[in-house]
């Protein structure tokens, strides 16, 4: 089982959907938890960082971490074209820090 | 804009040579990692450095070495070249290089070896 899995995706939507983008994780030692969005050929960026338990907003993202369920989720609301990229989500238990693999996420107009 | 810097933004060599990718880490950031993205690949970790020190190697080829400067600013040196080594290559830098720290990427470099 890898540390952390997400789910692989490709993911196509409309605009203006709602989007759930989730990463389950084996470790129970992570308490910080990321994600980041990365355009085609650039370097992620982060859009999200929680620790522990409980829900973070930030505009049209929502982040969402469940530690009993070791799963955690991020929301788009009102999605947009722009919005297309792939989403990583990454955590750490303090020490290690480790990205899943990410999914590719299509907003079409 | 991250803040980190990565020189040269495209690399292109032959098999079998060697080749030196920098970074600059943001201000006041003490630790720099390194990571290789093949195409359509997630990031996978090579090493990270802390204040000149390597802190965590991942999964490094022998044939990549990795130094952090007092200036901070690292380099990153492919040697022995194969065709599987073509990818992107990001540095990210934090503040302490702990885990409550996030991580901040550069624009990457682009290696193809032909």
């Known amino acids: 089982q890898k540390e952390v899995e997400q789910d692989p995706g490709p993911l196509s939507v409309p605009e203006g959907a709602i989007v759930s983008l989730n990463c389950t994780y084996s470790?129970?030692?992570?308490?910080?938890f990321m994600w980041y969005r990365q355009y085609s050929r650039k370097g992620p960026e982060l859009l999200m960082y929680?620790?522990?338990?409980g829900n973070k907003e930030d505009g049209r993202f929502t982040a969402q971490v469940d530690k009993s369920s070791k799963y955690i989720s991020l929301f788009i609301r009102d999605s947009q074209p722009s919005d297309s990229a792939t989403y990583l989500c990454a955590m750490s238990d303090g020490q290690n820090f480790v990205f899943g693999p990410g999914t590719r996420l299509s907003v079409l107009p | 804009d991250s803040g980190v810097t990565q020189t040269p933004k495209h690399l292109i060599t032959a098999t079998g040579q060697r080749v030196t990718l920098r970074c600059s880490p943001r201000s006041g950031d003490l630790s720099v990692y390194w990571y290789q993205q093949s195409l359509d690949q997630g990031l996978q970790f090579l090493i990270q450095?802390?204040?000149?020190?390597?802190?965590a190697k991942g999964n490094i080829l022998e044939r990549f070495s990795a130094q952090q400067f007092p200036d901070l600013h690292s380099e990153l040196n492919l040697s022995s070249l194969e065709l599987g080594d073509s990818a992107l290559y990001f540095c990210?830098?934090?503040?302490?290089?702990?885990?409550?720290?996030?991580?901040?990427f550069g624009p990457g470099t682009r290696l193809t070896v032909l």
């Open positions: 929680t620790y522990s338990s």
């Open positions: 990210a830098s934090s503040p302490s290089g702990g885990g409550r720290d996030t991580q901040y």
């Open positions: 470790n129970s030692a992570f308490q910080y």
């Open positions: 450095y802390y204040n000149g020190e390597e802190r």
